[in-house]
Structures are given as structure tokens and as C-alpha cells.
């Protein structure tokens, strides 16, 4: 098991970027985060349906599975969860631009995060992520990434263009 503090969605270093709402994750070899702004993104970009595969609810805020108070409904197993595709690439998108300016080496460790789920490491690979992860570059002249602290401004605009 490699442990490391990087996002394994994005490639940030979840102690540079992305520490708040950050989540444990592990990918089966890799153990590392999902951070703050992916875990966000995921939530925002959910979409619920109902039995009868009608769209009834969109992000975190409209889960269906819960009433006003926060109770759990008794039929809330009816309902499935679904993510949106297109929104969440194009927050991808952006948000890979971004990171891989801060960490040139994201690139090549989403590579490795995409890879271990489906097949199993080599000990000459995982020695290779370990190198990685120790030596990951960051480019601290991009040191702030203010597109991404506006409390997910970007997510909320991704929705607002979503619903027009
Ligand atoms: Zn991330």
C-alpha cells in the first residue's frame, strides 16, 4: 500500500489544496484522498431518480432520500443515484488544467490511480508510484489557485449554465 496525501481523482496535494472536506480514499494499492474540491464536485454533479426514472433531485442539496428534517424516508431505497457525466468532465477539465500548472507530475499519477483498480501493481511499479508520489513536483509560483477559492463558484456556475 502506497499512502500518500495526493487526490487521487485530480492529482493535488490535499495538504496544499483541497484539505477542507477532503476524504479518505484508497484505490486498492494507492491510499491516498479524494480532496475537498473533487468530493464537492462529485456531490454537486449527482443526480437522482425515481422508480419510475425521473429525474427528482440534482447535488447534495436535493437529495431525495431525506426529508426536510433530515430524516431518512422509508422508500428512500426507491430512489437511484446517478452522476452527471458531461458536468462532471468538464469540471475535470478545468480542474486538471489547473493542477497539473501546480503539479507537473499529476498527470502521469492519475495515470497510475486509473490503472491499480483494474489490475494489480508490480513490485517495479509500485516502486515507481512510491518514487513519484516522494519526489512529486510543485511548482510554487502557481501557488494559489483562485479559480477554486470562491467556495465552489465554478460548480455552481457549471449548474446554473446546466439549468438553463
Ligand atoms: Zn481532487
Request: glycine share 6%; hydrophobic share 25%; charged share 35%.
Given at each position: 500500500?502506497?499512502?500518500?496525501?495526493?487526490?487521487?481523482?485530480?492529482?493535488?496535494?490535499?495538504?496544499?489544496?483541497?484539505y477542507v472536506n477532503r476524504v479518505p480514499r484508497d484505490t486498492g494499492i494507492i491510499d491516498g484522498y479524494n480532496c475537498g474540491r473533487c468530493e464537492e464536485a462529485y456531490e454537486d454533479a449527482q443526480i437522482w431518480y425515481d422508480k419510475a426514472g425521473k429525474i427528482v433531485g440534482r447535488g447534495e442539496d436535493e437529495d431525495p432520500?431525506?426529508?426536510?428534517?433530515?430524516?431518512?424516508?422509508?422508500?428512500?431505497?426507491?430512489?437511484?443515484?446517478?452522476?452527471d457525466d458531461k458536468m462532471y468532465e468538464k469540471y475535470e477539465k478545468e480542474r486538471h488544467t489547473e493542477i497539473d500548472?501546480?503539479?507537473?507530475d499529476a498527470p502521469a499519477?492519475?495515470?497510475?490511480?486509473?490503472?491499480?483498480?483494474?489490475?494489480?501493481?508490480?513490485?517495479?511499479?509500485?516502486?515507481?508510484?512510491q518514487?513519484?508520489?516522494?519526489?512529486?513536483?510543485?511548482?510554487?509560483?502557481?501557488?494559489?489557485?483562485?479559480q477554486w477559492n470562491t467556495a465552489g463558484g465554478v460548480l455552481e456556475s457549471l449548474l446554473r449554465e446546466k439549468s438553463l
Amino acid at each position: 500500500m502506497i499512502n500518500t496525501e495526493l487526490c487521487v481523482e485530480c492529482g493535488t496535494n490535499t495538504r496544499v489544496d483541497g484539505y477542507v472536506n477532503r476524504v479518505p480514499r484508497d484505490t486498492g494499492i494507492i491510499d491516498g484522498y479524494n480532496c475537498g474540491r473533487c468530493e464537492e464536485a462529485y456531490e454537486d454533479a449527482q443526480i437522482w431518480y425515481d422508480k419510475a426514472g425521473k429525474i427528482v433531485g440534482r447535488g447534495e442539496d436535493e437529495d431525495p432520500r431525506f426529508d426536510a428534517e433530515g430524516e431518512e424516508l422509508v422508500n428512500s431505497d426507491d430512489f437511484e443515484r446517478s452522476i452527471d457525466d458531461k458536468m462532471y468532465e468538464k469540471y475535470e477539465k478545468e480542474r486538471h488544467t489547473e493542477i497539473d500548472a501546480m503539479f507537473p507530475d499529476a498527470p502521469a499519477f492519475r495515470e497510475w490511480c486509473q490503472k491499480d483498480t483494474n489490475e494489480n501493481l508490480s513490485d517495479e511499479d509500485q516502486k515507481q508510484v512510491q518514487t513519484l508520489v516522494k519526489n512529486y513536483r510543485h511548482n510554487k509560483k502557481v501557488n494559489q489557485i483562485n479559480q477554486w477559492n470562491t467556495a465552489g463558484g465554478v460548480l455552481e456556475s457549471l449548474l446554473r449554465e446546466k439549468s438553463l
